[in-house]
């Protein structure tokens, strides 16, 4: 199942708008590293925002209708922190960047500097993110030198080979002695 992370209405006026694209499932909208010098405004679709990291890409999220995506750059003028692909066919609307800085010269210096910082720390929770998730990925999949795995992935291997009951009891046990109240599961747990 895809998660769509909630995005309120934004009011675009037409004034703003540059122009109005099309894709197709699977094109490509934003690709990491690149120059941004656009925003997007999502009218319809899905897209998945995603960063690189060494030989696989890790999804961030997914958005969809009245999301923005790409403003960062316009922001904070770095280069785009992740890839942004179409998963469902839609339509953007863009803001170029002549546009947005028309908008943002009308604010104070406090907001636009609060804007700064916001996506700042964006990208800085990003890269956590990232790192979370590739540090939890090789202590799964470690394997030593002389072939053995390591203490989590042999655990990982052992609830594979559990069955249904086994987890379940397993999972009853933890709730008791945490105090967590609660049906119990068999569910894998992820690393």
Avoid: Y
């Avoid at 009218?43 to 999220?61: A, M, N, P, W, Y």
């Avoid at 249904?164 to 599961?185: H, L, P």
Wanted: charged letters at 30%; one cysteine or more.
């Amino acid at each position: 199942m895809i998660r769509v992370a909630a995005v309120r209405e934004v009011p675009v006026k037409i004034d703003i708008v540059f122009d109005r694209r099309t894709l197709r499932e699977g094109e490509v909208l934003i690709r990491e590293g690149d120059l941004g010098d656009v925003a997007f405004f999502i009218q319809s679709g899905l897209f998945e925002v995603s960063k690189r990291d060494r030989d696989r890409s890790v999804i961030l999220t997914h958005l969809g209708k009245n999301a923005i995506v790409g403003e960062m750059a316009l922001i904070d003028n770095h280069r785009r922190s992740a890839t942004v692909r179409c998963v469902k066919a839609g339509t953007v609307v863009t803001l170029d960047r002549v546009k947005f800085e028309e908008r943002m010269s009308n604010l104070d210096k406090f907001t636009r500097a609060l804007l700064e910082m916001f996506s700042s720390k964006l990208r800085i929770l990003n890269e956590e993110f990232l790192n979370a998730v590739r540090s939890r990925t090789d202590a799964a999949d470690v394997i030593t030198v002389d072939g053995s795995k390591t203490g989590l992935a042999r655990l990982m291997d052992a609830w594979s080979d559990a069955s249904e009951e086994d987890r379940r009891m397993f999972w009853q046990t933890v709730s008791m002695i945490s105090g967590e109240s609660g049906t119990a599961t068999s569910e894998r747990p992820t690393p």
